[in-house]
């Protein structure tokens, strides 16, 4: 039988053995008691692979935040666990250990850039790098973003597509196994926000980045090699994209 190109890929990758980065187990975070108990997270079990683009889909409420903040270590369960490839439940860890884990190992791109005022684009990512165990070179970065030119500029001289890709580097300076995404093109324009997405797609389908974004914004559900659906703290769907739309072909 003959296949188009598109779906010979298709069943490449589907028969490709992926490797799991993280893996949630029965997560349940409550707030509140008695009748004011709310169900932030309510039995949540989920894998992210690595290499992966991965979407946590849902609308204020649904428990995304919570999820977003256990997966960065910012935040514990009230019961589950949350495995790391090495073996370890993060959800274990002692202060320290969270704070390693913080440091070293996950990325953080926020919908606000946070950067520094008083420092120059190479400064705020020199400030990450300075904090990494095993940081990346931050003139490869720029060069990779394409925002060397602009290294000695500071955040009021930059463009909102410039600040976000030096929070792009900034994040990935610390040489972590993974980014995790805030919303991050809730604070752009149409065309700066498919800019960043852009990146994020090229990190994850040249270098093999992992990458976790967490959105309200259905359409962004498409570029994901996987996509969860939260909703009143429960996933309710789980979808898994053979073959990602591009970022160019996608529109909100």
């Given amino acids: 039988m003959y296949l188009c190109p598109d779906e010979e890929k298709a069943a490449f990758l589907q028969n490709t053995v992926k490797e799991v980065l993280m893996e949630g187990k029965h997560l349940v975070k409550t707030y509140g008691m008695g009748d004011t108990k709310v169900y932030a ?10 290499g992966e683009l991965t979407v946590i889909l849902g609308s204020s409420g649904s428990g995304k935040s919570t999820l977003l903040n256990m997966i960065g270590g910012m935040d514990k369960p009230d019961s589950g666990q949350l495995i790391y490839f090495n073996g370890e439940d993060i959800c274990a860890f002692n202060r320290k250990q969270q704070t390693l884990y913080r440091k070293n190992t ?13 420092l120059s684009a190479y ?13 990346r070179d931050i003139d490869k970065l720029l060069e990779a973003l394409d925002i060397r030119h602009r290294k000695n500029h500071y ?23 993974f980014l995790i995404c805030d919303e991050p093109t809730g604070a752009l324009d149409h065309n700066t926000g498919k800019q960043l997405l852009a990146e994020l797609e090229k990190l994850v389908r040249e270098q093999g980045q992992t990458v976790v974004i967490v959105t309200h914004n259905t359409a962004i559900a498409s570029i994901a090699n996987r996509v969860f659906k939260l909703r009143s703290g429960k996933i309710v769907d789980e979808t898994e994209n053979a073959i990602p739309e591009q970022v160019k072909n996608v529109e909100w």
């Fill in 41 to 50: 997270l309510d039995d949540v079990s989920f894998k992210i692979y690595k």
């Fill in 106 to 118: 996950v990325g953080f791109i926020f919908q606000f850039y946070h950067l520094i005022p008083e």
């Fill in 123 to 135: 400064e705020n990512i020199a400030f990450a790098a300075d904090m990494a165990k095993e940081p």
């Fill in 155 to 177: 955040p009021y001289q930059l463009s909102g597509g410039e600040q976000q890709r030096v929070s792009i580097a900034r994040a990935l300076v610390k040489n972590a196994e």
